[in-house]
């Protein structure tokens, strides 16, 4: 393509937005445009970058035998779907509201739906393993966004698999974890993948693959000397904790010399060591008051909370719920003297505490000398905090690590929930009727663009590989008024497209170094520089990642890049 004709708008002021490095640098070198931060456009490049992500992925489904789909993303609550509630009910859902006042919604996945389907279509085991998948755009109302990394709007790969039992649900299972490896190491991409939780989905376990970057918004926990790594959400808590030998002082109540309702973490105004600090978060479950206590130097795991008490969301309880069963407000709650109808789960750290503080279940006041068992009951203690780096690994092997990196696909193995609610069933060689096992296989596809996008760059601009290069080399004329450089220019444009090299041909009226800046914004594999050296048949090429520079003879320039595009 000629520069000239294209749709591609450079821009080297940063923009006054608080994205990151990565957002800003793709609307500077003009793949996207960014509308308020939020609604993101694709400019042509970006169609380039996406389209050979996406072809990359059709690759691997293909090898899979997989089969392409397109399910509607516009969906209705009316349907006789079994968890039509459970989908009313999720805060992330956009719902629309037609002209005849159906309420209607834009589907963030499709198992009920394709699970439908497949019960209308397949009958027998003769039918399957079946593997049905899209690339499709996806809406979800985050609460908070980061561009391309987490976006209202988003492309993904969604795939599903049925099967006739547990043990072919297994094998393609790990087919598919291959297929997602071989994806991200085409990609140039270093990743790991975790165990992670199954969020809303009821199934038997899932994986995340998350690539590594320091700027990542998810933490995974390692082990230092065997292959254990978790998502952080789900790594157990091996550390034992024993109660300090020291003698049990008077248990004290003092009065706070500031408003407690002011500061929720109003014991850390105490000036003590943070491990004697009792800490307390109320909760709503099913109409009724949950305490949780865990120490003042850890924290809280949610998800671990969510799973135990086997509950979707939690809910925090609010001053007034607290106020008239407590008879305070949430930041004054402790855990002595509660009502007998409270139900009270700790942390086991909080088994070590000997004289600790806690608050008095009174505004304005707190205990000091708190001891666990001597001063207060506690239903159960539960491993509900997060581990921490340096504690020993869940798997006994060394001790765990932290790592940041972006999440960008997570499988499921579902088994037969989503058959069983639908009463989608086959029937087997023996002629009963069972329910199909399901697997779910999530890929975020403008997420690997987003997470690509920071991984190839320097301080010039982006350095694409050729696997996702918008173009794989860029043509420049250093002045196109010279007739000899031009006509050599268009020669190359031609003989390389010939040669099935998807070529940018800069051939504006512009000067060289400007050229040069737009290119290595760009980051095209290849530049290729056609200067007045051409008079003696030479050609200037530079590869964009390794600032490698050379002259060659006009007619070299074909094998040196069949040579360098073999090599990456």
């Given at each position: ?104 919604y834009l589907a963030p996945s499709h198992e009920e739906i394709l699970t439908s389907i497949v019960k209308e279509q397949i009958k027998s085991y003769k039918q399957l393993p079946l593997v049905l998948y899209q690339i499709q755009t996806k809406f979800r109302d985050e609460l908070e966004q980061n561009g391309l990394f987490k976006s209202l709007e ?307 601009g982006f350095t694409w590989p050729n696997s996702i290069a918008p173009f794989d080399v860029h043509l420049l004329t250093e002045n196109v008024e010279n007739e000899e450089e031009w006509l050599v220019s268009e020669q190359l444009y ?75």
């Amino acid at each position: 393509m000629k520069q000239s004709l294209s749709f591609i708008r450079t821009n080297y002021e940063v923009p006054s937005n608080q994205l990151t490095n990565s957002n800003n640098l793709l609307e500077r070198a003009g793949y996207i445009h960014l509308q308020n931060g939020r609604f993101i456009s694709y400019l042509p490049l970006a169609k380039r970058v996406l389209f050979k992500i996406e072809k990359l992925i059709r690759e691997e489904m293909n090898r899979l035998q997989a089969n392409e789909i397109s399910l509607p993303i516009l969906n209705s609550f009316q349907q006789e779907r079994p968890s039509n509630d459970a989908v009313s009910k999720n805060v992330e859902l956009f719902h629309i509201q037609n002209r005849k006042s159906e309420e209607l919604y834009l589907a963030p996945s499709h198992e009920e739906i394709l699970t439908s389907i497949v019960k209308e279509q397949i009958k027998s085991y003769k039918q399957l393993p079946l593997v049905l998948y899209q690339i499709q755009t996806k809406f979800r109302d985050e609460l908070e966004q980061n561009g391309l990394f987490k976006s209202l709007e988003f492309i993904m790969k969604d795939a599903y698999s049925f099967h006739n039992s547990k043990e072919s649900l297994d094998e393609f299972y790990g087919k598919m974890e291959q297929a997602y490896s071989t994806i991200f190491s085409r990609l140039g991409l270093t990743y790991k993948k975790v165990v992670a939780d199954l969020g809303n989905y009821c199934g038997e376990i899932s994986h995340e693959f998350i690539v590594l970057s320091e700027n990542g918004d998810v933490t995974i926990a390692y082990s230092n000397e065997s292959d254990y790594a978790v998502n952080i959400d789900l790594a157990e808590v091996i550390t034992q904790h024993f109660t300090h030998a020291e003698e049990l002082k008077e248990l004290k109540k003092q009065k706070f010399s500031i408003d407690p309702d002011k500061d929720e973490d109003i014991l850390n105004q105490l000036e003590l060591p943070p491990e004697k600090i009792i800490k307390t978060k109320t909760y709503k479950i099913n109409d009724e008051l949950l305490v949780v206590l865990y120490r003042g130097d850890h924290q809280l795991n949610e998800v671990k909370l969510k799973n135990l008490l086997h509950v979707k969301n939690l809910t925090l309880a609010d001053d007034d719920f607290t106020r008239e069963i407590i008879g305070c407000s949430v930041n004054s709650v402790g855990p002595i003297k509660l009502p007998v109808q409270v139900k009270v789960i700790a942390d086991n750290g909080i088994k070590s505490i000997s004289n600790g503080v806690a608050c008095a279940n009174e505004d304005g006041y707190y205990y000091e000398n708190v001891n666990p068992e001597r001063d207060f009951a506690i239903n159960a203690y539960e491993d509900i905090r997060y581990i921490q780096e340096g504690e020993p690994s869940p798997d006994g092997i060394g001790t765990i690590q932290f790592a940041k990196g972006f999440e960008v696909a997570h499988i499921f193995k579902l088994g037969s929930t989503y058959s069983v609610e639908s009463e989608a069933l086959f029937v087997d060689e023996f002629g009963d009727k069972k329910p199909l096992q399901m697997g779910a296989y999530g890929l975020g596809v403008s997420r690997l663009f987003a997470v690509a996008s920071q991984f190839y760059q320097d301080g010039s601009g982006f350095t694409w590989p050729n696997s996702i290069a918008p173009f794989d080399v860029h043509l420049l004329t250093e002045n196109v008024e010279n007739e000899e450089e031009w006509l050599v220019s268009e020669q190359l444009y031609n003989i390389l497209s010939t040669y099935q090299f998807d070529v940018l041909f800069d051939d504006r009226h512009t000067t060289i170094d400007e050229k040069l800046n737009d290119a290595n914004l760009i980051g095209l594999p290849v530049q290729v520089i056609v200067s007045s050296k051409v008079q003696q048949g030479i050609v200037k090429v530079q590869y964009r990642r390794t600032g490698e520079t050379f002259e060659c003879a006009k007619e070299e320039l074909i094998d040196r890049l069949n040579e360098y595009f073999r090599v990456y």
